[in-house]
């Protein structure tokens, strides 16, 4: 059973929020399954749908143990803003995207994503499409900071304690 919809957006879903989208899938599953979560991403511009993340999100998603193939580029639409529960933007700019298009009573849903980690002094995952290989780690990193701090929050609204693996 569904509990918690969290939808992860950037401007073309295919660097930062399939990244986001895949750590913290692979953190929920490994530390909380109980919250039934139903976890996906998109994109504030249609550039890139139907398309693979892009190549260096996928190397250095894999290098970290984690998988992107699966996932392709979608764009972001009004009925996400029912759907889902927690729509994470990466940056300032797709924050008012989303909140524009969202309809009445539904802003309140859209959030930056590192709102969940608050000892980052970023507010912004910077979009790595034009640079190198350490633009993708630092997005990366980012993503799993959030993640943790994202699953904490969940587990906590949930009265869950602990994020211990399984035994």
Do not use: K, W
Not at 25 to 47: C, F, K, M, N
Not at 119 to 145: C, I, K, M, N, T
Request: with cysteine.
């Amino acid at each position: 059973m569904v509990h918690v919809r969290i939808l992860f957006v950037c401007m073309g879903n295919i660097c930062r929020s399939p990244t986001a989208e895949a750590v913290f899938r692979g953190l929920a599953a490994r530390l909380a399954p109980e919250l039934g979560l139903e976890i996906d991403s998109a994109g504030t511009h249609g550039y890139h749908v139907g398309h693979a993340p892009d190549e260096r999100s996928a190397q250095v998603a894999r290098a970290h143990g984690v998988e992107l193939s699966g996932l392709r580029a979608r764009q972001l639409t009004v009925a996400d803003f029912d759907a889902f529960d927690l729509l994470l933007v990466m940056d300032r700019d797709n924050l008012e995207f989303a909140r524009a298009m969202a309809p009445h009573g539904r802003r309140e849903r859209v959030r930056l994503l590192l709102d969940f980690a608050p000892e980052q002094p970023l507010r912004e995952v910077p979009d790595p499409y034009y640079g190198g290989r350490a633009d993708f780690e630092r997005v990366y990193s980012l993503a799993e900071e959030a993640a943790h701090g994202l699953l904490g929050y969940l587990c906590h609204e949930r009265g869950l304690d602990t994020l211990a693996p399984p035994a």
